[in-house]
């Protein structure tokens, strides 16, 4: 089913029979495919855009590079930096607004501008009875009872199907730098990051791979902003790590490149295994890391995101232990769940949700037990 527009998506769940398998555009894949698809991209097209008021309204169907490329020619950008999960997911498809946001899609600059739970301002969605309804707005406000908007945005199509999305842009920099520490070990790096996030220099992204471009270990901190202020904080945080071994790459595009790598762990892309996404307190990733005994591994976050390389199969939560933090599968196969377990009180409150929100149950159940 392709529904056209959220009347006809809101027939189409209201009269189904069976479990529905919830797709945008097709390119991250929804756990288990089970139940009959329901596809967003039969409802397309921006349908409101102010840039004086740094927002987009959106139905989810339309390819996220179309909103990207509104946002481009009045020189905005969505800050919190999406994915495109094609290359490390081998998947074909055009990645769509909606999936990001049912995903909470979030890349590098998540460490300084915020996930994309926190630029959400508006929802339209249809529930597992066929309901649609709406919340929030076009601009930040206070709300009481159910903060649907933040609820949503991460719920992967389990609680209702997003038709439409309101949200928050900023403005695009004029140009970025890339400080570069290089030859450092994982807990000297994740140091290392942290320094320079508590420093004054605004660093808007902070990851460490430990096979660089040369094979050599390789500490990224990325600088945006006006091109005088880009030179002296880029300085500065040479200055910082004196003593050190630091490079400064000043050329946009290629900046732009380096963190796009990043961003979409095109590392891993093609290579065998299984990739793990690991979220984890900064100063435990090093000694999180070294559990894994993985095949490769790189950090993102300033050490709070590892991403992870494990031989087939593998299931990265026995090899971690208890620690602050959850593990998902993102690609590959194997007895433990994709999604971490959540623990018995939140699992009860997910539940309860999820039985208001799909009392027939029918709304992705393959995530569930994928």
């Not at 928050?168 to 920099?173: G, I």
């Not at 090093?286 to 894994?292: E, F, T, V």
């Not at 623990?343 to 949700?353: E, H, M, Q, V």
Request: charged fraction near 20%; aromatic fraction near 4%; charge should be neutral.
């Amino acid at each position: 089913m392709k529904p056209e527009s959220e009347a006809d998506m809101a027939e189409a769940i209201k009269g189904a029979r069976g479990p529905l398998q919830v797709r945008g555009g097709g390119t991250r894949g929804t756990g288990a495919p089970l139940g009959e698809p329901v596809e967003t991209g039969g409802m397309t097209g921006i349908t409101l855009y102010e840039p004086g008021a740094l927002t987009v309204v959106v139905r989810t169907g339309t390819p996220l590079a179309e909103v990207e490329d509104a946002l481009a020619a009045e020189n905005q950008r969505l800050a919190f930096e999406p994915m495109d999960h094609r290359p490390l997911l081998g998947t074909n498809g055009t990645p769509t607004i909606g999936g990001v946001v049912a995903a909470n899609v979030s890349g590098p600059r998540r460490v300084q501008a915020g996930a994309c739970r926190d630029f959400m301002l508006g929802v339209r969605f249809v529930d597992g009875s066929g309901q649609i309804v709406k919340n929030g707005g076009r601009v930040m406000k206070n709300v009481t009872g159910y903060d649907l908007v933040k609820l949503m945005t991460g719920s992967r199509g389990t609680l209702g199907v997003l038709t439409e999305v309101s949200l928050k842009v900023l403005p695009r920099p004029e140009t970025q730098a890339c400080v570069m520490l290089e030859g450092l070990d994982d807990a000297q790096a994740v140091a290392a990051m942290a320094r320079a996030l508590g420093s004054p220099f605004e660093v808007t992204g902070a990851a460490h791979l430990p096979s660089g471009d040369d094979g050599e270990p390789v500490t990224m901190l990325r600088i945006e902003g006006f091109e005088k202020s880009v030179a002296y904080r880029a300085d500065k945080l040479r200055a910082l790590f004196d003593g050190h071994a630091v490079r400064i790459e000043d050329d946009a595009g290629a900046v732009a490149n380096r963190w796009a790598s990043v961003r979409d762990v095109t590392a891993f892309a093609g290579r065998d295994g299984d990739v793990w996404r690991i979220s984890c307190k900064p100063s435990d990733g090093p000694a999180l890391a070294a559990r894994l005994e993985a095949g490769a591994h790189h950090f993102d976050w300033g050490g709070g995101l590892i991403w992870a390389l494990l031989p087939s199969g593998t299931d990265a939560r026995a090899r971690l232990g208890a620690f602050r933090g959850h593990a998902t599968r993102v690609r590959g196969m194997g007895d433990a769940p994709a999604i971490q377990p959540e623990p018995a009180p939140l699992a009860a409150l997910s539940d309860g949700l999820r039985a208001r929100f799909d009392p027939r149950g029918i709304l992705n159940p393959g995530l569930m037990t994928a």
